[in-house]
């Protein structure tokens, strides 16, 4: 059974910072490509950070690079958002997604509330 849990979410002061963790189970990890998205209120779902199979790629939204950085451990099948200098504009929920290297598989979590609020 494929599962993606993410975890770390929470509410925070703006300047603050958050890592948020996704757990995978249930595929090839390592055959996956990761991405974290996040969708404010009323918004559409839009694309924060994503890295390759092998973590030697990354990239980013525009506006969030220098702020967010997303890393992954193959040997633990997890993924991180760490996430620095939060403003309010960032609150969302945040998504983790996995994208099949070698298939056109995708997986979704839950999602995992950020707020960013004094």
């Known amino acids: 059974q494929v599962q993606l849990m993410e975890s770390g979410g929470g509410l925070v002061q703006p300047g603050g910072s958050l890592r948020l963790s996704c757990a995978a189970s249930?595929?090839?990890?390592?055959?996956?490509?990761m991405s974290w998205y996040r969708q404010a209120p009323g918004k559409e779902r839009e694309l924060v950070a994503g890295?390759?199979?092998?973590?030697?790629?990354?990239n980013y939204a525009g506006s969030l690079k220098g702020r967010f950085t997303i890393s992954r451990d193959n040997a633990k099948n997890m993924v991180y958002l760490q996430m620095n200098s939060l403003k309010p504009e960032d609150t969302a929920v945040y998504y983790c997604?996995?994208?099949?290297?070698?298939?056109?598989?995708?997986?979704w979590g839950q999602g995992t509330q950020v707020t960013v609020s004094s």
């Open positions: 249930g595929f090839t990890f390592s055959n996956y490509a």
């Open positions: 890295i390759t199979r092998t973590g030697g790629v990354t």
């Open positions: 997604n996995a994208a099949g290297s070698y298939s056109n598989s995708k997986y």
